[in-house]
T-cell receptor, first 110, second 113 residues
Framework: LAKTTQPISMDSYEGQEVNITCSHN???????ITWYQQFPSQGPRFIIQ???TKVTNEVASLFIPADRKSSTLSLPRVSLSDTAVYYC???????????FGQGTTLQVKP | KAGVTQTPRYLIKTRGQQVTLSCSPI?????VSWYQQTPGQGLQFLFE???????NKGNFPGRFSGRQFSNSRSEMNVSTLELGDSALYLC????????????FGPGTRLTVT
């Protein structure tokens, strides 16, 4: 069963690149890695998903090494509005398991 | 396109009672998943329904159950409520189903006294 571990909190400044790493040592072959963002009093919002190597969309990049035991969410040039909790999620319908990390609270300072 | 809606948004119940929460997915989405969020345990997956069939289930006791109707709307029921069931219950809908991109609703805040 994949257990996902991520830092509890991180601080950054506006304009910087932020990298949040998630550890998932027991990831299964069919598991996908997904990241969500959550603001207070709202449901999580999808950021990005990947299976291996690198995925990039308009808001973030996701780096997954060959062994897939970790993944790194990269947010380029963060702004104050990126202050939120970021969740790493590992799982698949094949395994029937879906495991969330405890969430990383990102505080972006001016 | 309207987002995922959940009703009610807030609920207070007493131990031993039962509760039913409702979720209306985004139009066209056939998958609905339910999650529990608490400060201590974080986000936990409850179950997923796809075209009226439960397709996946998390590690929760049988007191937690759900169903999905032909219009994709879903309900979650918790029987014999315990204090520890106090949580934010989130519903998410998806085109392809879990674990692909999920669209979350705002949640129902359940307080058990």
């Amino acid at each position: 069963l994949a257990k996902t571990t991520q830092p509890i909190s991180m601080d950054s400044y506006e304009g910087q690149e932020v990298n949040i790493t998630c550890s998932h040592n027991n990831i299964a072959t069919n598991d996908y890695i997904t990241w969500y963002q959550q603001f207070p009093s709202q449901g999580p919002r999808f950021i990005i998903q990947g299976y291996k190597t690198k995925v990039t969309n308009e808001v973030a990049s996701l780096f997954i090494p060959a062994d897939r035991k970790s993944s790194t969410l990269s947010l380029p040039r963060v702004s104050l509005s990126d202050t939120a909790v970021y969740y790493c999620l590992v799982g698949s319908s094949n395994t029937g398991k879906l495991i969330f990390g405890q969430g990383t609270t990102l505080q972006v300072k001016p | 396109k309207a987002g995922v809606t959940q009703t009610p948004r807030y609920l207070i119940k007493t131990r031993g009672q039962q509760v039913t929460l409702s979720c209306s997915p985004i139009s066209g989405h056939r998958s609905v998943s339910w999650y529990q969020q608490t400060p201590g345990q974080g986000l936990q997956f409850l179950f997923e329904y796809f075209s009226e069939t439960q397709r996946n289930k998390g590690n929760f006791p049988g007191r937690f159950s759900g169903r999905q109707f032909s219009n994709s709307r879903s309900e979650m029921n918790v029987s014999t409520l315990e204090l520890g069931d106090s949580a934010l219950y989130l519903c998410a809908s998806s085109l392809e189903g879990w674990p692909y991109e999920q669209y979350f609703g705002p949640g129902t805040r359940l307080t058990v006294t």
